[in-house]
């Protein structure tokens, strides 16, 4: 679980009122999510915010376009600094945005004619950056234009440096993994980080196969995803809001990863369990099916707005939601306490590529020590005998492996545990934890441990 920021109220458009009689609504909406991230804010809240108004059809467009340009800035980057005296680190960040969207349009977008991709860049640029900066926009996507077919970029010699740009990831990150997994396994991570995942579901109050036969009548054929027994793969495109099965409640969305950390979980039936950092719900839903009550709670107003808006959609009325901090005791001592801990969340890139921009090795640390407070305060609920699972989305070991041996070296009373035969399938067991990994399995990493009380 990456962390969020604080909840913002909505923003004007920074292209000013005017902006709407030359450039679409979509474009406008991109530039300003985009001016959302530089400010701090995640690319998941930055979008809801701005294509609020916007049909399905332009929020699909929105979403291709800036996913798609986030996947690929390091290689757009390369063209346009070979285009831009002093590069485009010598430019206003807005308008090197600006510039980026464009050529991605230009580039990558096919159903973008090139006169609109450099017409509509270059009338946002002057209206938000004035005439000159317009200028300089328009020389720059037409020359990428006119050289498209002989923009070859030069790889650079150094392995590591040609991965990062190739795959459009930070050097520093490319660095560590190769060192742990070599170059070969290192690319298809990076290869698999660039390629969009599904839309996963999990039935809720029906069967799979009811659920699956619902969705074929109203025209959409899902399909098995992969390692999470009951899961369901939306095909691209679908509208999931608009699905009556989703307004009935009958399902809720959650990649195979995090599915598979509460199947890994393997919590008794009956059992009172507190879900603790557990917007924005899917893991609590999981533990609900079996569970005498989850106690769901986590920081921050808008984070327990969103965990509190999925559990009354699909009405799981043995969930308590409430806002708490863990570290402050956040509820009795219970039977089972799971804790998604924030994290680098370096294993869900393929769904938030901002993250790998926003990330800095020195998070990876500041992470690390707050993981291992909320574990100590954590291990503090779990009644004797009972279960803590801790887990997070995140592929680096400082995490995850580091931090189970630095919690049992200090709780002599604790052990770590596998589940249950069958419980999750062998190939993401790796010495009784779970370990699913981007690049092996196909779908987002994550770590799981389940350890036990002494009772």
């Known amino acids: 679980m990456t962390p969020a920021p604080a909840g913002r109220g909505a923003r004007p458009s920074r292209s000013g009122g005017a902006a709407r009689l030359n450039v679409t609504d ?23 915010r701005h294509v609020q108004s916007l049909d399905a059809r332009d929020r699909r467009w929105v979403q291709e376009l800036v996913w798609g340009m986030l996947r690929r800035r390091a290689m757009l980057d390369a063209v346009l600094d070979a285009r831009v005296k002093g590069g485009t680190v010598r430019l206003d960040a807005d308008v090197a945005d600006l510039l980026r969207l464009g050529a991605d349009q230009l580039l990558h977008m096919g159903s973008v004619p090139p006169y609109a991709a ?11 950056h004035g005439q000159g900066a317009g200028g300089l926009a328009n020389a720059v996507l037409r020359r990428i234009d006119r050289e498209r077919d002989a923009l070859g970029v030069a790889m650079p010699t150094d392995p590591i ?3 990062a740009l190739e795959f459009g990831h930070p050097r520093w990150l490319v660095a560590r993994w190769v060192a742990r997994w070599g170059a070969a396994d290192t690319a298809k991570l ?39 027994r009951g899961s369901l793969a939306l095909p691209a495109g679908v509208a999931m809001t608009e699905l009556g099965a989703f307004k009935q409640g009958l399902f809720f969305v959650q990649d195979a990863a995090a599915t598979l950390v509460t199947q890994y979980a393997s919590v008794a039936p009956g059992s009172i369990v507190a879900d603790l950092c557990a917007a924005p719900g899917g893991k609590t839903l999981e533990l609900a099916r079996t569970a005498q009550v989850v106690l769901a709670s986590d920081r921050g107003t808008g984070r327990v707005k969103r965990l509190a ?18 570290r402050d005791g956040a509820t009795m001592p219970v039977d089972a306490v799971v804790i998604d801990v924030p994290c680098t969340g370096t294993g869900t890139f393929r769904r938030h590529p901002d993250a790998r921009w926003r990330l800095k090795i020195s998070d990876i640390a500041v992470m690390a020590a707050t993981q291992r407070s909320l574990a100590r305060s954590a291990a503090k609920l779990v009644k004797a005998g009972g279960l803590l699972i801790y887990s997070t989305c995140s592929l680096e070991p400082e995490e995850n492996d580091a931090q189970i041996e630095s919690f049992l070296s200090e709780h002599d009373d604790w052990t770590l545990e596998p589940p249950p035969e069958g419980a999750v399938p062998a190939e993401v067991l790796d010495a009784g934890r779970l370990r699913v990994l981007p690049q092996k399995h196909g779908v987002d990493g994550a770590f799981a441990a389940r350890l036990r009380k002494r009772a």
């Open 26 to 48: 979509a474009r406008i909406a991109a530039a300003d999510c985009l001016a959302d991230l530089r400010e701090g804010d995640l690319l998941d809240v930055a979008f809801e």
């Open 118 to 128: 450099i017409a509509q860049t270059v009338e946002l640029v002057k209206i938000r």
């Open 161 to 163: 440096d040609a991965l």
């Open 190 to 228: 990076l290869d698999a980080n660039n390629t969009p995942g599904p839309l996963t579901i999990r039935p809720y109050n029906i069967v799979t196969e009811q659920l699956e036969a619902t969705l074929q009548a109203a025209g959409v054929e899902p399909t098995d995803a992969p390692l999470a």
């Open 309 to 326: 808006e999925n559990v009354r959609r699909v009405d799981a009325r043995n969930v308590h939601v409430f806002a708490a901090d863990v």
